[in-house]
């Protein structure tokens, strides 16, 4: 089992890690990632279909959709071997069911919890 808590605020980008008060700025395409991979935890998305929906309607190599997975592994914190973002072979990209209901995506209208107002307040001063 993962020891991960997350609150998720997709209007700014920003994913914290609650467990270790640290913050990660998601560029769009990670965040439109995060976001597919999480309506259908466990569902495995083919790359075609991810290439077409989260850069639409940019043609793209697989190799952006190589780097934006690296990129979110690396903010959400996984690890090899990969167990929260899932790669396979030939197939496509899946996210651990796990660690979707460990993720809490906070509304714009809600304030911010007081741990998280800094950064907060620093990301939206770069918007």
């Given at each position: ?105 906070v509304n714009s209208r809600t304030l911010p919890a007081p741990a998280h107002r800094a ?9």
């Amino acid at each position: 089992m993962h020891s991960f808590k997350y609150s998720l605020y997709p209007e700014f980008g920003l994913l914290v890690n609650e467990r270790n008060g640290t913050a990660s700025r998601l560029g769009g395409y990670e965040l439109k990632l995060l976001m597919k991979l999480m309506e259908n935890p466990g569902k495995v998305f083919t790359r075609d279909f991810l290439l077409a929906v989260i850069w639409q309607p940019k043609i793209v190599t697989q190799g952006c959709l190589s780097k934006t997975v690296h990129s979110l592994r690396f903010a959400i914190g996984d690890e090899r071997p990969w167990s929260i973002i899932k790669t396979y072979h030939r197939q496509g990209v899946s996210m651990s069911a796990e660690i979707v209901s460990c993720i809490n995506i906070v509304n714009s209208r809600t304030l911010p919890a007081p741990a998280h107002r800094a950064m907060f307040e620093s990301c939206t001063a770069k918007n």
